[in-house]
């Protein structure tokens, strides 16, 4: 176990400042010492909205190797403070080391990434049509197009992703990429590994000569707070991954605004997987304690963890029969809140207590523990019950046992949007994978074959997000290079000189 060298002051980041304000709140960690953190107030997110609007007028417009430096010295700092972050990332969650060191990591890589493929330039679809003068009937003016940041976005700190989807996270690093400066409402969850990484990032604004109001953090305080941060005239937009209520709310006020604002919330996803006949007959049991693993990893705390596997009842034994025994190896997990694990407690009641569901596995938790649970129903009783195709966060799963193909595809249809749907198949289901293509990609904004979607990869092609609920906004995505554009808006000048033209299309 790593000595927590770190002990954190308690303060607010408003623009280069470190603040107190809004009375205290405790910090709730699995382990160590509890720390008193400043509640968050609406006159803080004032101030830093208003410096974040400021900084705007000047990294807005800075160039784009000056934010890639930027953002590699964020990297820098954080990989400079990566024991300390360890140490208090797993005293606050719970989470092993192993998994906080895989996350760090993760996001630092990002921030990296980001940097590289700013400095590129596609992503900013740079257009030019030329002037056509002597066009008829009429001439065409010179027109040229490049992608623009918007102003000051905020971003919502996640429970289950202390790092990577949280202070410097996957919306911090693409808002800063694109141009905006960040104001975010830290976790509660994990106070103190907000803090430490906003010190990374206040480090980097200085050592790299950018605008204090660049990034501000502040932590803690009462749902006002979050509604402050939403509904303030010069926030442009917000990212968020959360639950669906909490995220439906912020949503709801970002477009009850007098000038309403694009939210990007990730919501929630069952992440279903169908196996179908030839795969299932072949390979079901191996598939079955398979799906044991990917449903407890991380305690089930995944936005893709797959809570539901949709198999002919015909072949379906095998996979259940594994997937319970595998299951009742796996001990009782920390979960990263009590308020998740009572949600968790809450959401296996709900579905224990459905008609039609079988208990196959049911265990015991603890306070702040999750041990798994394994349910089954059938087709029909799914189709006559949309509450099942709810969201558990944790690990329980709940197999869904089809009379045929037929009614396979009606549980696909029946779907609400989801972040992934997968497919187990061998080569002879193509005619059956072919059939259920076409709604799976109305439904999902990643689709798997022969795996397991539990883990993202950020890259060029990654899609995080998909049709509402799994996101508020199913034309982007929260993972990978394409989510900068959530933050970029076209702008076209027309016979306009070089020397008014942003540098990027000056080039």
């Known amino acids: 176990m790593l000595d927590e060298t770190f002990t954190p002051h308690?303060?607010?980041?408003?623009?280069?400042?470190?603040?107190?304000?809004?009375?205290?709140?405790?910090?709730?960690?699995?382990?160590?010492?509890?720390?008193?953190?400043?509640?968050?107030?609406?006159?803080?997110?004032?101030?830093?909205?208003?410096?974040?609007?400021?900084?705007?007028?000047?990294?807005?417009?800075?160039?784009?190797?000056?934010?890639?430096?930027?953002?590699?010295?964020?990297?820098?700092?954080?990989?400079?403070?990566?024991?300390?972050?360890?140490?208090?990332?797993?005293?606050?969650?719970g989470l092993p080391e192993g998994r906080?060191?895989?996350?760090?990591?993760?996001?630092?890589?990002?921030?990296?990434?980001?940097?590289?493929?700013?400095?590129?330039?596609?992503?900013?679809?740079?257009?030019?049509?030329?002037?056509?003068?002597?066009?008829?009937?009429?001439?065409?003016?010179?027109?040229?197009?490049?992608?623009?940041?918007?102003?000051?976005?905020?971003?919502?700190?996640?429970?289950?992703?202390p790092l990577a989807f949280s202070t410097a996270g996957g919306d911090t690093a693409s808002a800063l990429a694109a141009g905006c400066p960040v104001v975010c409402k830290g976790h509660d969850a994990h106070p103190g590994t907000a803090e430490i990484v906003a010190e990374a990032i206040h480090a980097a604004i200085q050592s790299c000569g950018m605008p204090a109001g660049t990034f501000s953090l502040v932590q803690g305080g009462s749902l006002d707070v979050g509604k402050a941060l939403v509904q303030h005239p010069l926030i442009k937009?917000?990212?968020?991954?959360?639950?669906?209520?909490?995220?439906?709310?912020?949503?709801?006020?970002?477009?009850?605004?007098?000038?309403?604002?694009?939210?990007?919330?990730?919501?929630?996803?069952?992440?279903?997987?169908?196996?179908?006949?030839?795969?299932?007959?072949?390979?079901?049991?191996?598939?079955?304690?398979?799906?044991?693993?990917?449903?407890?990893?991380?305690?089930?705390?995944?936005?893709?963890?797959?809570?539901?596997a949709i198999v002919l009842d015909s072949e379906a034994d095998a996979f259940v029969d594994a997937a319970t025994a595998a299951l009742k190896e796996s001990g009782a997990q920390t979960m990263l809140t009590e308020g998740i694990a009572s949600a968790y407690q809450s959401g296996q009641s709900r579905i224990a207590s459905t008609d039609g569901v079988r208990e196959l596995l049911a265990t015991d938790c603890g306070q702040r523990s999750a041990s798994p649970y394994l349910y089954e129903t059938t087709g029909k009783a799914w189709l006559g019950n949309e509450t099942l195709g709810e969201e558990v966060f944790g690990p329980l799963g709940l197999a869904v046992r089809v009379a045929d193909v037929d009614e396979m595809e009606a549980v696909a249809k029946s779907m609400r949007g989801q972040l992934t749907c997968t497919l187990h198949m061998d080569d002879g289901d193509k005619d059956t994978g072919q059939?259920?293509?076409?709604?799976?990609?109305?439904?999902?904004?990643?689709?798997?074959?022969?795996?397991?979607?539990?883990?993202?990869?950020?890259?060029?092609?990654?899609?995080?997000?998909?049709?509402?609920?799994?996101?508020?906004?199913?034309?982007?995505?929260?993972?990978?290079?394409?989510?900068?554009?959530?933050?970029?808006?076209?702008?076209?000048?027309?016979?306009?000189?070089?020397?008014?033209?942003?540098?990027?299309?000056?080039?």
């Open 10 to 93: 308690g303060k607010h980041l408003i623009a280069g400042e470190w603040v107190s304000g809004g009375g205290t709140f405790s910090s709730a960690p699995v382990a160590g010492s509890a720390h008193e953190f400043s509640n968050g107030t609406p006159e803080l997110i004032d101030r830093a909205a208003k410096a974040a609007e400021e900084a705007f007028w000047s990294y807005g417009y800075s160039t784009r190797e000056q934010r890639a430096a930027f953002l590699d010295a964020i990297a820098d700092e954080i990989e400079a403070r990566g024991d300390k972050i360890t140490a208090i990332g797993t005293a606050e969650s």
């Open 435 to 507: 059939r259920l293509m076409p709604v799976l990609e109305r439904k999902a904004g990643r689709i798997l074959a022969n795996g397991f979607p539990t883990g993202v990869e950020v890259s060029d092609a990654m899609v995080h997000g998909g049709p509402y609920p799994a996101s508020t906004n199913f034309g982007h995505t929260s993972v990978g290079t394409m989510a900068i554009r959530r933050f970029l808006r076209p702008v076209c000048y027309q016979n306009m000189p070089d020397a008014l033209l942003p540098g990027d299309l000056a080039e």
């Open 237 to 308: 937009a917000v990212g968020f991954t959360g639950s669906l209520k909490g995220g439906r709310a912020l949503y709801d006020l970002c477009a009850q605004r007098e000038e309403p604002i694009p939210f990007f919330g990730e919501l929630g996803s069952v992440n279903p997987m169908f196996l179908l006949p030839e795969a299932t007959k072949a390979r079901g049991a191996e598939i079955g304690k398979s799906w044991a693993g990917s449903l407890t990893i991380g305690a089930g705390q995944f936005c893709t963890n797959p809570g539901i």
């Open 100 to 161: 906080l060191n895989g996350e760090r990591g993760r996001t630092t890589g990002q921030l990296r990434m980001f940097a590289r493929h700013i400095r590129d330039g596609a992503y900013l679809d740079r257009r030019h049509d030329e002037a056509l003068p002597d066009r008829e009937p009429a001439p065409r003016p010179d027109l040229k197009m490049v992608q623009r940041p918007i102003g000051p976005v905020a971003v919502f700190g996640a429970s289950n992703f």
